[in-house]
């Protein structure tokens, strides 16, 4: 099984700042990499597939790079919404996911 | 806009099988590109994928799971179903059921909803 490892565990940050959140791969997964953001009670979001290309209606905000064992999410100006937990996944070999990074207003 | 919707017990007795359904809306159950996943989340921990069906009734699963799952789907319902037997208290969760676009990335998501295993 491949264990995704996501850090930090939370991050505190001011809205217009930048977000950065890692994702770490116990093997290669390629570019198979996606990133989730879920909010209490709300359906999770995918935000970002394949390592890098932004899912239908994201704003540009959100940009995803990295590929082999280690990715990363960017939020280049932080809003207000998007402040909650991230999650990667991965489909290299079957689908395991992250244990997530809660974004948090400072 | 595509939703899914979960409904089932919240409470199953260990030991017991836990019955969910997934209800689609909004949008077509039966296209070949798309599949129709479930996953969970234990209270405190990550995702977990559970298992995914084609609309024709191909499934792939987990293979920590396998053993102990079943998905299902009725088309004319617009619907497909999570089995999961000989549950424990480990199998206490939020259950999320999701559209799976072509085995790749989970795109629509249902709002979860949470599974106690007690007596």
């Known amino acids: 099984e491949i264990v995704l490892t996501q850090s930090p565990a939370t991050l505190s940050l001011s809205p217009g700042e930048r977000a950065t959140l890692s994702c770490r791969a116990s093997?290669?997964?390629?570019?198979?990499l996606a990133w989730y953001q879920h909010k209490p009670g709300q359906a999770p979001r995918l935000l970002i597939y394949?390592?890098?290309n932004r899912a239908t209606g994201i704003p540009a905000r959100f940009s995803g790079s990295g590929s082999g064992t280690d990715f990363t999410l960017t939020i280049s100006s932080l809003e207000p919404e998007d402040f909650a937990v991230y999650y990667c996944?991965?489909?290299?070999?079957?689908?395991?996911f992250g244990q997530g990074t809660k974004l948090e207003i400072k | 806009q595509l939703q899914l919707q979960e409904s089932g017990p919240g409470l199953v007795k260990p030991s017991e099988t836990l019955s969910l359904t997934c209800t689609v809306s909004?949008?077509?159950?039966?296209?070949?590109?798309?599949?129709w996943a479930w996953i969970r989340q234990p209270p405190g921990k990550g995702l977990e994928w559970i298992g995914s069906i084609s609309y024709t009734g191909y499934t792939y699963y987990n293979p920590s799971l396998k053993s102990r799952v079943t998905i299902f789907v009725d088309t004319s319902k617009s619907q497909f179903s999570l089995r999961l037997g000989s549950v424990t208290a480990a199998d206490t969760a939020v259950y999320f059921c999701?559209?799976?676009?072509?085995?790749?990335?989970?795109?629509?998501w249902g709002q979860g909803t949470l599974v106690t295993v007690s007596s």
């Open positions: 999701a559209r799976h676009l072509s085995l790749r990335y989970l795109d629509y």
């Open positions: 996944q991965q489909r290299n070999n079957w689908y395991t």
């Open positions: 093997q290669s997964v390629s570019s198979y």
């Open positions: 909004g949008g077509s159950i039966s296209s070949g590109s798309y599949y």
């Open positions: 394949d390592a890098s």
